[in-house]
């Protein structure tokens, strides 16, 4: 399995800019798709990105499509959610996870991925 570690969650105002970090280590990242999903409180986890395994395709939840960009550097085991023209509803701990196997076509459904991240939490003030 892979491990990873969400950072960059905070306090921000409506309209404002954060840039979330994802950390992975342990099996080879690359080989494995990617993707962000969020959960407010009383509500169950939604998708919110994903990525392929070699950066090329991305998929975004209508909620945040064009204020939103994921991307990936293999070579640094890095992935990032750039959020922009944030909202109150974007409330939320994000996680970031991956895919349960590598080579995986892309999928929106939490149950196929098998590593998840501790969650970072980014709140939006009205």
């Known amino acids: 399995q892979v491990q990873l570690v969400e950072s960059g969650g905070r306090l921000v105002e409506a309209g404002g800019s954060l840039r979330l970090s994802c950390a992975a280590s342990g099996r080879t990242f690359s080989g494995y798709a990617m993707a962000w999903f969020r959960q407010a409180p009383g509500k169950e986890r939604e998708f919110v990105a994903r990525?392929?395994?070699?950066?090329?395709?991305?998929r975004y939840a209508d909620s945040v499509k064009g204020r939103f960009t994921i991307s990936r550097d293999n070579a640094k085991n890095m992935l990032y959610l750039e959020m922009n023209s944030l909202k109150p509803e974007d409330t939320a701990v994000y996680y970031c996870?991956?895919?349960?196997?590598?080579?995986?076509?892309?999928?929106?459904?939490?149950?196929?991925?098998?590593?998840w991240g501790q969650g970072t939490q980014v709140t939006v003030s009205s």
């Open positions: 990525i392929n395994w070699i950066g090329s395709t991305t």
């Open positions: 996870a991956a895919s349960r196997f590598q080579y995986m076509p892309g999928s929106d459904r939490s149950a196929d991925f098998g590593s």
